[in-house]
């Protein structure tokens, strides 16, 4: 998992600064060339796009998302950890089902379809979806195994 | 059908966040099971996944990483400071000065960065001391950065209005942006006030030294800077050079040569941290945005906003009425909920009710913006509130007694903005923007 | 999917499209819904879904496709991106005016074709809205009826290839942008002028800004109603030939009051200060957007049959 850290990370880092430049791009284009590229709003949309459903697994590894504490928090160690477990079986669920399964459908429904501007094939624009599934899965059965270790030790 | 939908959507979304599932898969969940017990499982895949993508799939929101990346850049960047000094120059005598200094911060930093949470770090993070020094009670001092760090979400520019403008498809966001000052400005104001008469009732007056006329240069000179972002991104917009998204990225060119080039206070080797951090923010906006399309979805296939609305027109078609009891709901809703999420579900819902009440759109998204940021410093759950604590170094229970005065000012200033639609719309009309 | 009703079990067919609830637009759809009721021993329900509340035509005409929504309005445009032919459509100056464009699309076997074309992806269309000729309107007083009138004026584009290459060669410089800051982009300068339909000048109030509105009338780009493959199926030969009357109907009746909405549209417009240019001399617009029919026609054998096949129902007028 260290790897796959290491890479989102990067991939992260230069997804933003594509976006930056493809800003600027769009500014530079209308006003110093007078005419504004067709392209870098469409491009712009996917890159964002692109970097969330790679940024939910990622950042969920960091243990990002916002959640609510002030409920759990009162728990004991072992009701908590029962907690965490099974929000993780809750998370492994929609990954499977929701993202790589109904991101695969959607991914397949797109055959035949292209992109208006840019004219790239929409299953590029889809397929990100299963992919960020594939990682969310991975990510949420590794922190199912530290929390099952967790409890253990607690008994 | 949508009364059964409408249940099972709460309860299960309401017990799942209590549980800390994360909010965006709460949002998700309780709206595949309810799409499920309509329809097929295959109908509610295909959906979650289609709409996961194509709710973050617009042109206006583009914005939201490129003002995410500025924040990030000008809370990094030596700039609160200077801010401060700028605000001490011209309220340092008033009584309770450094209460009044705080929220005077709290308006221009969080005018520049649009986040309360970084507004309440970065002016809290040098006040909060500077007022345990000379004698304010920290309670008091904490209260005061936590009531005023959110005006910056009303003050433009502010990814909370983009947001909004998304949801309530299409409402322009140069307007919102002009439409937020005066309420902003309004809270910050009544907010002073509140201070101002703590600050007599307890003797907080400082014996300032008397100012050279060079320093007073040098202060103003050192905050022109920073204070020419918000010229650039709203001269920029309102003269017709950039649209909205083009002067957010203008607006991330400018904070990076400021930082690393000007200030100095950030280097390239902070670079990455910096850029990682701003796509982890965003990702998790943007999931929840992802997450919220999927539901909106799920409430106009089983009708439940026109429901809604059909049940409050019932209630009473007393204007005064509907629009208490929708300032209630968002003052409820925001005690729990984040803004994101909150604007692109209640949005739905409540606009067409408010039009319905002659109200403009531009008005509503400052009221519910409004509302939704004074949810962020209630208990239980409001990220500034607990960055305020904690930036004080004190438990929610030891500030509450002195938000309270606070609460009932931010509550009129509510008032006024909800019952006098030209706090909202004057400013946007003159410039001919609605 | 049956649903119990009030009334007896019928056939649901849900419609999703995305004018406003409550526009003139809109109600006109809605007559779909009533004439699909009218005969009782058809037992259809069609229910509209309005204001794109589940989503943009991109993702209604996916849903159709996947079988999850049943029909949808769209824009000849969004379909291009399913069906390249489609693009047609947006071809400025393919028709040469109203009565070709109706003639065309109702009598055109290769129209014919092409609706029928997409079954295996999982949707065909059966019905067209007249949607209503679209037109240049300048902030500046002043007919537009050159391309040396556009020169060096910016132009709002939808954020679509071809309506920025359309802009271009009609002279003007387009700025691509969502349709919500339209408005603001006319009041601040950012944008010079804009091209729709009348309906933008009165319903999104862009008459308060413009000085003038000329008749260009480029571009005739027909809404279609899909129905996905899967449901057009479960449907007895009776009830499919009784959807596609009742879908001609609603088109008929829009037809009838397309022309007099629009009249009292631009009256409103004139008193407010906007000059309205009509009956111009189109042949210096036509000419300059001639490389975008070269350009489709090239595409293949199929582009050109179809492009030949609708120019055989050029009308004189
Ligand atoms: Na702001
Ligand atoms: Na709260």
Request: with cysteine; proline share 4%.
């Amino acid at each position: 998992m260290k790897a796959i850290n290491k890479i989102l990370e990067t991939v992260l880092a230069l997804m933003v600064i594509l976006m930056v430049l493809g800003c600027f791009w769009q500014i530079f284009t209308r006003f110093i060339l007078g005419n504004p590229s067709k392209y870098t709003e469409e491009f712009l949309r996917y890159v964002l796009i692109w970097l969330t459903m790679l940024g939910v697994p990622f950042a969920y590894g960091r243990d990002e998302h916002i959640s609510i504490q002030f409920i759990t928090r009162t728990f004991q160690m072992k009701n908590l950890l029962v907690t965490k477990i099974a929000i993780e079986v809750l998370v492994l669920a929609l990954s499977v089902f929701v993202m790589i399964a109904g991101g695969w459908m959607v991914t397949m429904n797109a055959a035949g379809q292209i992109s208006p501007a840019m004219q790239i094939p929409m299953q590029f624009y889809y397929a990100c979806v299963p992919i960020s599934g594939l990682l969310m899965a991975a990510y949420s059965i590794e922190r199912f195994i530290k929390f099952s270790k967790e409890i253990k030790e607690v008994k | 059908m949508e009364l059964q939908a409408a249940l099972v959507l709460v309860i299960l979304f309401f017990l799942l966040l209590a549980l800390s599932v994360p909010v965006s898969y709460s949002i998700i969940t309780s709206a595949l099971v309810t799409i499920i017990m309509f329809l097929t499982p295959g109908f509610g895949m295909f959906i979650s996944a289609q709409k996961l993508v194509s709710g973050i799939d617009s042109f206006t929101l583009l914005a939201v990483p490129f003002f995410i990346l500025a924040g990030q850049l000008m809370s990094n960047g030596g700039i609160a400071r200077r801010l401060i000094n700028l605000a001490l120059l011209f309220l340092g005598k008033v009584p309770g000065s450094l209460a009044v200094t705080n929220i005077a911060g709290n308006a221009m930093f969080g005018s520049i960065s649009g986040s309360g949470i970084a507004a309440a770090t970065a002016i809290g993070g040098v006040m909060n001391p500077l007022e345990k020094e000379s004698g304010y009670d920290e309670g008091f001092s904490a209260a005061t950065n936590i009531a005023t760090a959110p005006v910056g979400q009303l003050i433009p520019p502010t990814t909370a209005f983009i947001v909004y403008s998304a949801a309530s498809g299409g409402t322009s966001v140069a307007a919102l942006f002009m439409a937020g000052w005066i309420p902003g400005v309004l809270w910050a104001f009544l907010c002073m006030v509140v201070a101002f008469a703590y600050g007599k009732k307890h003797g907080y007056v400082i014996e300032g030294e008397k100012l050279t006329a060079s320093a007073v240069l040098k202060t103003v000179w050192d905050s022109i800077p920073s204070l020419f972002l918000v010229v650039i991104i709203i001269g920029g917009i309102l003269s017709g050079w950039f649209t909205p998204t083009e002067a957010s990225g203008i607006a991330v060119i400018y904070a990076f040569i400021l930082a690393v080039v000007v200030y100095k206070s950030i280097q390239m080797k902070d670079m990455k941290k910096l850029l990682v951090d701003t796509a982890v923010m965003t990702t998790i906006v943007m999931l929840i945005i992802g997450a919220s399309s999927v539901l909106s979805f799920v409430m106009s296939f089983t009708g439940l906003p026109q429901a809604i609305s059909d049940l409050m027109l019932g209630i009473s078609d007393n204007k005064i009425v509907i629009l208490l009891i929708i300032n209630v709901v968002l003052l409820i809703v925001g005690t729990f909920m984040d803004m994101a999420p909150a604007l692109l579900i209640f949005t739905p819902i409540f606009l067409p009710v408010a039009t319905n009440l002659g109200m403009d759109p531009i008005h509503f998204g400052v009221m519910i913006v409004m509302n939704l940021s004074i949810g962020t410093i209630t208990p239980p759950v409001g990220n500034v509130l607990f960055v305020g604590c904690s930036v004080a170094k004190l438990q929610v229970e030891d500030v509450m007694k002195h938000l309270m005065p606070y609460f009932a000012a931010i509550l009129v200033a509510l008032l006024f903005v909800t019952f006098v639609p030209g706090l909202s719309t004057w400013l946007p009309g003159v410039l001919g923007l609605m | 999917k049956v649903v119990t009703g009030n009334s007896t079990e019928k056939i649901e067919i849900r419609l999703a499209h995305n004018q406003s609830r409550g526009s003139e637009i809109a109600d006109s759809i809605a007559k779909f819904s009533e004439f699909a009721a009218e005969d009782d021993s058809m037992n259809l329900q069609v229910n509209i879904y309005a204001s794109g509340v589940l989503g943009t035509e991109k993702d209604e005409i996916e849903m159709v496709k996947a079988g999850i929504l049943d029909m949808a309005k769209v824009s000849s445009n969004t379909l291009g991106q399913f069906k390249e032919e489609y693009s047609i459509f947006a071809i400025p100056y393919l028709f040469k005016g109203q009565e070709h464009y109706y003639e065309a699309i109702e009598k055109s076997e290769k129209v014919k074709e092409l609706f029928y074309s997409t079954e295996e992806d999982g949707f065909i269309a059966i019905g067209y809205y007249a949607n209503g000729a679209r037109n240049f309107y300048l902030t500046e007083d002043v007919a537009c009826d050159r391309p040396e009138v556009l020169k060096g004026k910016k132009i709002r584009s939808m954020p679509s290839t071809t309506s920025m290459t359309m802009i271009e060669l009609m002279g003007g410089s387009p700025v691509p942008m969502a349709a919500g800051e339209t408005y603001t982009s006319l009041q601040q300068g950012i944008v010079d002028g804009a091209e729709n339909t009348e309906l933008a000048l009165t319903v999104d109030g862009h008459q308060d800004l413009v000085k003038s509105y000329t008749y260009t009338e480029h571009q005739y780009s027909p809404d279609i109603y899909i129905i996905s493959t899967k449901k057009w199926n479960s449907l007895t030969k009776g009830q499919q030939e009784y959807l596609v009357e009742a879908l001609e109907k609603t088109n008929d009746n829009f037809k009838s009051l397309y022309n007099g909405m629009m009249e009292k549209g631009m009256e409103e417009a004139e008193m407010n200060g906007v000059t309205v240019y009509r009956d111009i001399d189109k042949s210096a617009f036509i000419e300059a957007v001639q490389p975008i029919h070269d350009d489709f026609c090239e595409k293949g054998d199929a582009f050109r049959e179809l492009y030949e096949d609708i120019q055989k129902y050029v009308t004189e007028e």
